[in-house]
């Protein structure tokens, strides 16, 4: 177990280093350090998996979800409005059309034009989350590898759905990826804190690839990925520019080659 654990830790290490070399702003060694530590969060008897990466999904869904705020609620109810109460496929089908246009990103644009103030606020929110539990930004390469994974198990979380990882059926691939990725794009592309979703999509589309490939269960503990398993999606994934992405993710649902684990 100890060789195993050293293992995923040395591929995790080296994912680390290829999102910094792809431009992500470091921290120094003293904070990184006290970012590892997580006595500060209390014990939840049951949990599994990164205490840290733990807390910061499970606040992200309160958030966003559990608990939401009014400008939130609002915020949803004006993207809801503007797909016709049919999001993910009606944004998914359009961006589909879109790309393949001459003037895009333009069109994708002008489209996404309309909710801009709510995917501000919801930028806002997203990002005050991840900034309090990962003010060291490189670290969220862990965060989102355990996240497609499937090995943070958290009791908090409704039965069914114990598992912070994208919802999906057993043994399926899941669809929101897609979805989060074009709120990302949307983002970059209307001036919405555009450095920092930049720089987070390339997290995504690793998570999208680690995630189609473990395909965890989403209400037990999953197994982690083999090391060398993680270090190809790692150095395959993480330093990948917005125009790769952007061809990627007309793959759907899941990313192109992929293999998932038997």
Do not use: K
Not at 88 to 96: D, Q
Not at 125 to 137: G, N
Request: with cysteine.
């Amino acid at each position: 177990m100890a060789v195993q654990d050293h293992s995923r830790r040395r591929a995790l290490q080296i994912a680390l280093g290829a999102f910094v070399l792809s431009g992500y702003t470091a921290g120094g060694a003293t904070a990184f350090a006290a970012d590892r530590r997580g006595e500060e969060f209390p014990e939840v008897p049951g949990m599994s998996g990164d205490r840290r990466a733990n807390e910061l999904w499970y606040q992200f869904n309160v958030a966003t979800l559990y608990e939401q705020s009014a400008d939130v609620r609002e915020a949803y109810a004006q993207i809801n409005g503007h797909f016709g109460g049919n999001l993910p496929v009606t944004l998914r089908e359009n961006w589909f059309a879109m790309y393949r246009e001459p003037d895009y990103p333009r069109n994708y644009a002008a489209f996404m034009a309309p909710v801009t103030r709510a995917l501000r606020t919801l930028s806002r929110v997203q990002l005050e989350v991840f900034d309090t539990y990962y003010p060291i930004r490189r670290r969220l390469v862990e965060a989102f590898s355990f996240f497609g994974q499937g090995t943070l198990f958290d009791p908090r979380e409704r039965v069914g759905l114990r598992v912070h990882t994208m919802d999906a059926r057993p043994g399926e691939a899941p669809t929101a990826y897609h979805t989060w990725y074009l709120f990302m794009r949307a983002m970059m592309l209307l001036g919405i804190d555009t450095d920092r979703w930049r720089r987070m999509a390339p997290l995504l589309a690793f998570a999208w690839a680690v995630q189609n490939t473990a395909l965890p269960a989403m209400d037990e503990i999953n197994p982690p990925l083999p090391a060398d398993t993680l270090r190809r999606l790692a150095c395959t994934w993480l330093p990948t520019n917005t125009r790769q992405l952007d061809a990627a993710f007309q793959s759907f649902p899941a990313p192109p080659d992929t293999v998932p684990r038997r």
